[in-house]
């Protein structure tokens, strides 16, 4: 008995200070200077579990069966990130790796390229990022054997979402799901399909851009990618032709090709549909990405132009307000940052902006918002307030 304890002593003594030498894996920590004198290629392939999320394992893309934590039951997620002129570690991947592993117990692969990705010369760093993907194939290739090729999801950023293309390109598109999160601009542009990112290159491609009609960081669509994670408002892509017909309420309608809209993010994680329409995500530079939509209609007298905005406060019966403002046509899609259930009033507030000169007055015979109200005076500069009146209740009035 005592000669069995003598060597549980020396076993755990032996693997505690085992332990205590061992350092986890960590993403590649570059500098400018690594940018300014140029990186050769070299890539880690980093796995994370829930039973390993803040110790990383070095996958050997030659034998992925000696691998400890690589379980052949779990989906797969590919995360690739794209050009670092800096060198630094992206400041979103932990996230992303993060809030997957709450969602389901992934096999998660950070594909860490930082040595090659990391130069200021951009042509340099576009040749490294295509000699990434023969690495990853081969890495692929022995998973085929234990693992279906649909339940693998790759995410790319930047370069990273043609990284991802290419290799599901190498899969004739049986790949599960791409997710391109700005994909790169520059040598990729208006290229051909088997040269770039394609909706092809797996059995659902999802990409979500900078707008063009406002000036967006380059990692905006990753962090409204976070937020589809992180919250539940359920960020909705509409089919639509255009920013401005969707801003105009022309595009509040899911029947897309008989198949829901889609949800960033979590909700389809292997959700397969394939689509070749615009799809707008209207959102806003605030934490959440969260916005919800009421379509306003607004009817008025006025004959000539009154140029302005029209600044809408709704409170529900709970005394909580909420505020938005339009300046366009008299139908558009008001966004607000909190949804209400039970309306108690509307306030509008009509401007013109000018401080001085007469104060005008808008005329409005009808509006609708959700809840219908006819017949109203807006003073410039003065809310006008009133308890919303259901549509059906105004029509039964009328007959």
Known sequence: MCSLKIILIKCFFYLYFTNLGQECPKFTDLNFGNAVIGTDLKVQLLLYTRKNKDCAELLDEHNITTSTHFNVTKNIVVI??????????????????????????????????????????????????????????????????????????????????????????????????????????????????????????????????????????????????????????????????????????????????????????????????????????????YRTFCLYHYSLDIITWNKSTRRGFINIKITDNSGNTIESRINRQTKILAGFYLDFGNISTIGLTFSTRSTVGPKYKLRVLEMRIQLCRYDLILVENIETSFIPVPCYEINMQDN
């Open 80 to 285: 690739i990130h794209g050009y670092r002129f800096t060198g630094s570690p992206p400041i979103w991947i932990d996230t992303i790796k993060n809030l997957l592993l709450e969602k389901q117990d992934f096999n998660i692969i950070i594909v860490d390229w930082n040595r090659g990705a990391t130069t200021v010369n951009y042509f340099s760093a576009v040749s490294s990022a295509k000699k990434v993907v023969p690495i990853l194939t081969h890495l692929i290739d022995q998973m085929l054997n234990d693992v279906a090729v649909d339940s693998i999801y790759m995410i790319g950023v930047s370069l990273g979402a043609h990284i991802a293309g290419f290799v599901g390109k190498t899969y004739n598109g049986k790949i599960g799901r791409i997710t391109g999160l700005d994909p790169a601009g520059p040598l990729f542009t208006k290229k051909l399909a088997n040269e770039r990112l394609d909706h092809t290159d797996a059995q659902f491609v999802d990409v979500i851009h900078r707008s063009s009609y406002f000036k967006c960081d380059h990692q905006r669509s990753v962090f409204l990618y976070i937020s589809s994670l992180q919250h539940d408002c359920g960020i909705t892509a509409y089919p639509c032709e255009s920013y401005k017909d969707y801003r105009n309420g022309k595009c509040m309608s899911c029947n897309f090709k008989s198949l829901p809209c889609p949800i960033v993010g979590k909700s389809i994680l292997f959700q397969i549909i394939c689509f070749g329409e615009f799809l707008r995500w209207h959102s806003i530079v």
